[in-house]
């Protein structure tokens, strides 16, 4: 697999390749029926198989003065999509430049660096300058520029339909077995160990990016993981939201790793805080 920051890195770009772009903030599960897609077309027409997405959130760029939170650090959301065997991840920095971009002045630098054969559309895919490249505009448009352009139906499973943004709500009101059946995984968090020390042998405390989408202020059963070791226990967020306690559940014989990289999946609410 290559993992590039641009096309032009882009090892074999003249092999036909499909592709697929977006954000894929969280990988839910509507994210991975899109991915399962892409390779079952690209496998069944002989092509490469990529993936387009971008390292900070779009909205952050577009909309500057709102907070805008996520689901995954850039780093997170780069190593949960590297697992699936897709040809190559292009993690591209959105900027004011690519933001005002048409969709025709996009697909066409697009396919001056890709032979782009196949685009896999999700069911909300919009490209270019004010989302203005529908699907039917980019189906058009891909007739002049040699691609087929294919759109997916929203995900659904039990009459049911994922987006980032609801998981987000969900986050924020500690519902975290229904954020687990949107991701099919616990909702998990990979941070940094913070410099000051906890006084307490058995507990660590992490620093949260201000950007990550947290669970309420509460006490949570959680598994931390550090230099490949696994620990359960229970973590509290700070109430200023910037740090997060782990209490771990040690034997005598254990011994605290002092790795600088923590990731905790919550697990279930015991206690709520206001």
């Known amino acids: 697999m290559q993992i590039v920051e641009n096309l032009n890195d882009l090892k074999n770009a003249t092999l036909p390749w499909a592709f697929t772009i977006g954000n894929f903030d969280g990988l839910h599960l509507g994210h991975q029926y899109l991915i399962k897609e892409l390779l079952k077309a690209s496998q069944e027409k002989g092509l ?16 500057e003065k709102k907070r805008i939170k996520t689901l995954m650090t850039p780093e997170m959301k780069l190593e949960a999509l590297s697992q699936w065997p897709l040809s190559a991840i292009v993690t591209k920095e959105f900027s004011n430049e690519l933001a005002v971009k048409s969709y025709k002045d996009f697909l066409t630098y697009f396919c001056q660096k890709v032979n782009l054969k196949l685009l896999i559309f999700g069911p909300d895919t919009a490209i270019g300058s004010k989302r203005s490249g529908s699907y039917e ?14 759109k997916l139906p929203f995900y659904t499973q039990d ?14 009101s500690a519902q975290l077995e229904k954020v687990k059946n949107c991701l099919g995984r616990d909702y998990s968090i990979k941070v940094k160990r913070e410099k000051q020390e906890s006084s307490d042998a058995y507990s660590v405390l992490l620093n949260l990016p201000s950007f990550l989408s947290l669970p309420s ?14 620990f359960n226990g229970t973590a509290s967020i700070s109430p200023n939201g910037k740090l997060l306690a782990l209490n771990l559940d040690l034997q005598k014989t254990q011994l605290l790793p002092k790795g600088e990289w923590w990731e905790v999946s919550f697990l279930k609410l015991i206690k709520k805080e206001k």
Do not use: C, M, R
């Not at 490469?48 to 909309?63: A, D, E, I, R, W």
């Open 48 to 63: 490469q198989s990529g993936l387009y997405t971008f390292k900070n959130h779009p909205q952050k760029v577009l909309q």
């Open 137 to 150: 505009k980019v189906k058009a448009f891909g007739k002049e520029l040699d691609f087929e352009v294919v």
């Open 159 to 172: 009459n049911h339909s994922y987006s980032s943004t609801e998981i987000k709500k969900l986050l924020e």
């Open 217 to 230: 202020l509460g006490v949570y059963t959680v598994k931390a993981k550090a230099e490949e070791k696994e």
